[in-house]
Nanobody, 115 residues
């Protein structure tokens, strides 16, 4: 069961991107979902999460700039990224927050922020 993230690209510092992730219902329904990222040479980190009820939590480094949302009718998770910085450059993935619920990570979507 693979999750498909899309919407990445090359953007200048200060710009915006909106990522989308189509999630199989077996993972999406009733589960907290998250956006993760992995920069070159670094471990994957959770940057934003949204509960099944819509509550959101963010890593300190993206607070006030990123917004996570979910469309329960479409089994889709979004990440609106504003005021992008070069340090946001990474491959972005979505998946469940609880490891026991993880689906296949897929290729993710590359976000490159130029200075």
């Amino acid at each position: 069961v693979q999750l498909q993230a899309s919407g990445g690209g090359l953007v200048q510092a200060g710009g915006s991107l909106r990522l989308s992730c189509a999630v199989p219902g077996s993972i999406f329904v009733g589960n907290n979902m998250g956006w993760y990222r992995q920069a070159p040479g670094k471990q994957r980190e959770l940057v934003a999460q949204i509960t099944s009820g819509g509550s959101t939590f963010y890593r300190d480094s993206v607070k006030g700039r990123f917004t996570i949302s979910r469309d329960n009718a479409k089994n889709t998770v979004y990440l609106q990224m504003n005021s992008l910085k070069p340090e946001d450059t990474a491959v972005y993935y979505c998946n469940a927050v609880v490891p026991a619920k993880w689906g296949h990570w897929g290729q993710g979507t590359l976000v490159t922020v130029s200075s």
